[in-house]
């Protein structure tokens, strides 16, 4: 819709519109209703000589096309007699484009004092001057917007500028403080960047280029900034050739360089941790300084917070972990929803959220967690079985990822015949800090109640009865003999019950029998499969019970039923009947799916 965005009874200052960016922002401000005033020292592009000739050619060309348009010939330094020239001719000021700029390049090893004064003269001081100007008329009448114009030779650097794009990363940090000073006043500041053909960059740039850079294309990204409908403020826009984006700074991660309080650092320490130090990768901006020193805040409570964990184990996964632990609970090609979990260059390439839950147990085996968990005695670990696991995902799982899972013992509860440990585990990502998920873990040790322990626990997570009805959907599906030999290279979980048959005779089975998780695994990718289209990141959380081991070769059958966004599930043995997971569920985040003309 053309014209939509107007400017009555606006009147827009603009410094340095005599020709170039300022005269093409003085004619579409002047096309759009605005009351401009166009200012020019008529000067060279070094800042030489003076011509009112400039700004009056401006002006009788808006006043042609009935536009309204006053001329000012003052230098920015007496920002205050331009100003003066808008409350004298139109009695008020809107807004503010300070445009006006002049360049002198040499390299900084023969820049003159003078050289650098001079710029920042009219580029700061300027700037500053005719803000300062504007700036009680704007709080006054609670409205204002200014530009500053600043440079990609700032941003950037550029050879032989050093005076200019100092001078012009300048204007960025007081366009930033005066974003948060006009805040109550209603006054927004932000800052262009243009790369324009204009008197500046003349014989700077290649004449074809120069052609190309038009004014025009960068005048109505300003006029949008200045409009009243914009409420951008504080931000720095850049462009060009009739594009347009927004710039702004950004902070690495960064890294912790001591381990308490009272430890300093020395000059080794930053060597060794450089490549974490300037680590990009989940860098961020910063909308304030309040939230910079919040974050800095968050580096002492690290110190008092250390906490004590019962055990912590660190692991580095890459692609090929993922997709091993995927194929080794029964991923296949052959199913559309499983393939994103088994290709790296697959554009839903993803974690399956269960390759997490091999933490816990990888953590209690390798620790004395559970062998050391009761009073005045030693556990086998062929005595323990994984009797319940909880699970929730907090963050997306990154398909590669360096981490560090914390476990916590919650309890340690005599349930009469048998004891069963309550191991809290979280897991987070080393890299960014972020928890990316939390389980609990319930070893029951067969035999060793009656120790004289607390019975129950505020820490206990119960499960569920799943509904009385038959269920709504079930999923079959074989493992194979080589099953528990494939899940130890998936999760690491190399505890020899599931491979060694001497071993598992001894806790009491015929062969070695299958890893509780990696039954899990299948159930988990049915039920996603079912109800959420294969998309893991739709899984929330769950919690079951392993009732019966599962012997390699068995086929699973996985019988779910919906209630809302929650999955009841639990897991058979076809050939026998027999129930391996019970009261489980999987919480979704949202329900999604794949049966055509499905009745769920
Ligand atoms: C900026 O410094 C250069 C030397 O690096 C000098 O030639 C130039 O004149 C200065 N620009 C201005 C506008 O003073
Ligand atoms: C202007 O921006 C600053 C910083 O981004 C912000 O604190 C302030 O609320 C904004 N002011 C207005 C009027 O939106
Ligand atoms: C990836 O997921 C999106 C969203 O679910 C889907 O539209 C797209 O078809 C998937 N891509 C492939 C190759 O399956
Ligand atoms: C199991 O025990 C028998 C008898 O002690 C021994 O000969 C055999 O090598 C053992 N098997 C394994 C896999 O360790």
Redesign the pocket.
């Known amino acids: 819709m053309a014209n939509k965005l107007r400017f009555d009874g606006k009147v827009v200052v603009i410094t340095g519109a005599g020709a170039g960016l300022g005269k093409a922002y003085a004619l579409l401000f002047a096309s759009r209703g605005a009351k401009v005033v166009i200012n020019d020292l008529g000067g060279g592009r070094h800042g030489d000589g003076s011509n009112t000739k400039v700004a009056d050619t401006v002006v009788s060309e808006i006043k042609q096309s009935g536009g309204e348009a006053v001329a000012n010939y003052d230098n920015v330094l007496e920002g205050e007699k331009i100003v003066q020239t808008a409350i004298n001719t139109y009695g008020r000021i809107d807004i503010l484009v300070n445009n006006a700029g002049i360049l002198r390049d040499k390299t900084f090893a023969r820049m003159s004092e003078s050289d650098w004064d001079v710029i920042h003269n009219v580029h700061v001081k300027g700037s500053m001057k005719t803000t300062q100007a504007a700036w009680p008329y704007f709080r006054k009448q609670k409205y204002g917007k200014i530009i500053f114009t600043s440079s990609n030779s700032g941003l950037y650097g550029n050879f032989g500028q050093a005076n200019y794009s100092s001078a012009k990363m300048a204007l960025i940090g007081l366009a930033n403080t005066l974003?948060?000073e006009?805040?109550s006043s209603?006054?927004?500041?932000n800052v262009i960047v243009p790369t324009a053909g204009s008197r500046l960059t003349e014989d700077i740039v290649p004449p074809d280029f120069f052609n190309e850079l038009k004014p025009e294309l960068i005048a109505p990204i300003v006029l949008w900034l200045c409009h009243e409908d914009c409420?951008e403020?504080?931000s720095i826009i850049e462009s060009a050739l009739g594009w347009a984006g927004k710039c702004h700074l950004i902070r690495s991660n960064g890294c912790i360089l001591r381990s308490n309080k009272n430890e300093l650092i020395n000059p080794e320490a930053v060597q060794d941790n450089w490549g974490k130090i300037i680590d990009m990768t989940n860098a961020k901006h910063y909308?304030?300084i309040v939230d910079v020193s919040g974050e800095l805040m968050n580096v002492i409570e690290s110190f008092s917070n250390k906490k004590q964990y019962d055990h912590v184990i660190k692991d580095t996964y890459s692609n090929r972990d993922v997709i091993l632990y995927a194929l080794s609970v029964g991923a296949t090609v052959e199913n559309s929803c499983d393939y994103p979990y088994l290709y790296e260059n697959h554009e839903n390439f993803s974690v399956l959220p269960t390759f997490y839950i091999i933490y816990g147990a990888w953590g209690a085996i390798s620790s004395n967690m559970l062998t050391n968990s009761l009073p005045n005695r030693q556990i086998n670990l062929a005595g323990v079985v994984h009797g319940e696991q909880y699970f929730k995902v907090l963050k997306n799982i990154p398909t590669e990822a360096t981490v560090e899972t914390r476990f916590h013992i919650q309890a340690t509860l005599d349930k009469g015949k048998n004891a069963m440990i309550i191991i809290k585990h979280e897991t987070f990502d080393t890299n960014n800090g972020d928890k990316i998920t939390e389980g609990q873990l319930v070893g029951v040790v067969i035999g060793a109640g009656g120790f004289g322990g607390p019975k129950n626990s505020q820490y206990e997570i119960p499960i569920v009865p799943l509904p009385k009805r038959k269920p709504d959907i079930s999923i079959t599906q074989s493992t194979s003999y080589d099953q528990a030999a494939l899940y130890r290279l998936g999760s690491h979980d190399f505890n020899p019950l599931h491979i060694d048959p001497n071993i598992s005779q001894m806790g009491g089975y015929e062969k070695p029998i299958l890893h509780g998780l990696c039954s899990l695994g299948f159930s988990t990718r049915h039920v996603l499969n079912t109800f959420a289209d294969g998309d893991s990141q739709l899984f929330d959380s769950m919690k079951v019970r392993f009732s019966k081991p599962v012997t390699p070769g068995n086929t699973l059958r996985t019988d779910m039923w919906r209630e809302g966004n929650r999955i009841h599930f639990e897991t058979v043995i076809l050939e026998t009947g027999i129930q391996v997971i019970t009261g489980a569920y999987i919480d979704l985040k949202e329900v999604k799916y794949r049966l055509p003309n499905s009745r769920l």
């Open positions: 974003a948060i006009g805040q209603g006054i927004y500041t409420s403020n504080g909308e304030s």
